[in-house]
């Protein structure tokens, strides 16, 4: 694959050595080079030169923390967490502006807005219902009544293609554009692998069996704090039991069928998952590697 998903280029380095360093961290806070992560709620702020814009650490509201994203080239890099709960603007509005971010800014984007979001929707220990404080630079939070600590949350989710004899299985939400197909998905349950949840969802949404799941690739997904695992699986046969509850519509389609998507033609049978999904890039990747 030539390109990756959005939010899967390098970042920072997250210096986590610093994170336990309250020296360290004073010192980091004190350098000239020390730089703030401007967002406006969740979104961020544009520069002039189309990416991330920086400020200085004095921009920051002192009624709230500061978390230290890591180091760039040896510089540090912070953003605000608030007290209040931070919005942004609807996501497909916001997709059309990370696609033309700088997929490295759009990396440290997703680190910064999935902890951004989780400080403001974790004020409270959920064992006890104490205060909690922000700790480890901004990467847990501790409960001031009863000393739990809680840590940032990501939440799995598998999203994969199933295969029957040269064509794939794709389904339509009801709340994606009209023609949109892409790849099923679902959350990883307690207590089950990435494997069991890919053969559980393709039965419950499609009603299919699958055998030899295979893990392609991964991606972080800060809406509000995802990690897809991409996976690809064979069916056993091609008689689909659609679960009108979480799926509008599912189908098979041929290889000539998504390279026409993918190519954005007028007449292919769907349009395709935006570049930055990385359903869009296990399509390309089961084209390219096709038997
Ligand atoms: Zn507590």
């Given at each position: 694959?030539a390109i990756?998903?959005?939010?899967?280029?390098?970042?920072?380095?997250?210096?986590?050595?610093?994170?336990?360093?309250?020296?360290?961290?004073?010192?980091?806070?004190?350098?000239?080079?020390?730089?703030?992560?401007?967002?406006?709620?969740?979104?961020?702020?544009?520069?002039?030169?189309?990416?991330?814009?920086?400020?200085?650490?004095?921009?920051?509201?002192?009624?709230?923390?500061?978390?230290?994203?890591?180091?760039?080239?040896?510089?540090?890099?912070?953003?605000?967490?608030?007290?209040?709960?931070?919005?942004?603007?609807?996501?497909?509005?916001?997709?059309?502006?990370?696609a033309?971010?700088?997929?490295?800014?759009?990396?440290?984007?997703?680190?910064?807005?999935?902890?951004?979001?989780?400080?403001?929707?974790?004020?409270?220990?959920?064992?006890?219902?104490?205060?909690?404080?922000?700790?480890?630079?901004?990467?847990?939070?501790?409960?001031?009544?009863?000393?739990?600590?809680?840590?940032?949350?990501?939440?799995?989710?598998?999203?994969?293609l199933?295969?029957?004899?040269g064509r794939v299985?794709l389904?339509r939400?009801?709340?994606f554009p009209p023609r949109r197909l892409s790849a099923?998905?679902?959350?990883?349950?307690?207590?089950?692998?990435?494997?069991?949840?890919?053969?559980?969802?393709?039965?419950?949404?499609?009603?299919?069996?699958?055998?030899?799941?295979?893990?392609?690739?991964?991606?972080?997904?800060?809406?509000?704090?995802?990690?897809?695992?991409?996976?690809?699986?064979?069916?056993?046969?091609?008689?689909?039991?659609?679960?009108?509850?979480?799926?509008?519509d599912?189908q098979w389609i041929n290889a000539a069928g998504v390279r026409a998507a993918m190519a954005g033609e007028d007449a292919a049978p769907f349009i395709a998952p935006p570049r930055l999904a990385?359903a869009h890039h296990l399509l390309e990747h089961w084209l390219e590697?096709r038997?």
């Amino acid at each position: 694959m030539a390109i990756d998903p959005g939010f899967c280029a390098p970042g920072l380095d997250r210096a986590d050595a610093l994170r336990s360093d309250p020296d360290g961290l004073r010192a980091a806070m004190m350098r000239p080079g020390a730089r703030l992560l401007r967002m406006s709620g969740l979104d961020p702020d544009i520069g002039e030169d189309g990416g991330l814009s920086w400020g200085s650490l004095a921009e920051a509201d002192p009624e709230g923390d500061l978390l230290l994203l890591g180091l760039d080239d040896g510089a540090p890099r912070f953003a605000h967490v608030g007290h209040v709960l931070a919005q942004g603007q609807p996501i497909p509005l916001l997709w059309q502006a990370l696609a033309v971010l700088p997929e490295r800014d759009a990396a440290i984007y997703a680190s910064a807005r999935s902890l951004v979001d989780w400080h403001a929707r974790h004020l409270f220990c959920a064992r006890c219902g104490g205060d909690t404080r922000i700790e480890k630079a901004g990467w847990s939070r501790r409960c001031t009544q009863c000393s739990a600590e809680h840590f940032p949350r990501t939440d799995p989710v598998v999203i994969m293609l199933a295969e029957h004899e040269g064509r794939v299985l794709l389904g339509r939400q009801p709340q994606f554009p009209p023609r949109r197909l892409s790849a099923l998905a679902g959350f990883v349950e307690p207590g089950e692998t990435v494997e069991g949840a890919v053969a559980r969802e393709l039965y419950e949404e499609a009603g299919i069996r699958v055998h030899d799941i295979r893990y392609i690739k991964s991606q972080p997904w800060p809406f509000p704090s995802s990690l897809m695992i991409g996976c690809f699986a064979q069916a056993e046969n091609d008689v689909l039991t659609i679960d009108t509850t979480e799926l509008e519509d599912a189908q098979w389609i041929n290889a000539a069928g998504v390279r026409a998507a993918m190519a954005g033609e007028d007449a292919a049978p769907f349009i395709a998952p935006p570049r930055l999904a990385i359903a869009h890039h296990l399509l390309e990747h089961w084209l390219e590697t096709r038997g």
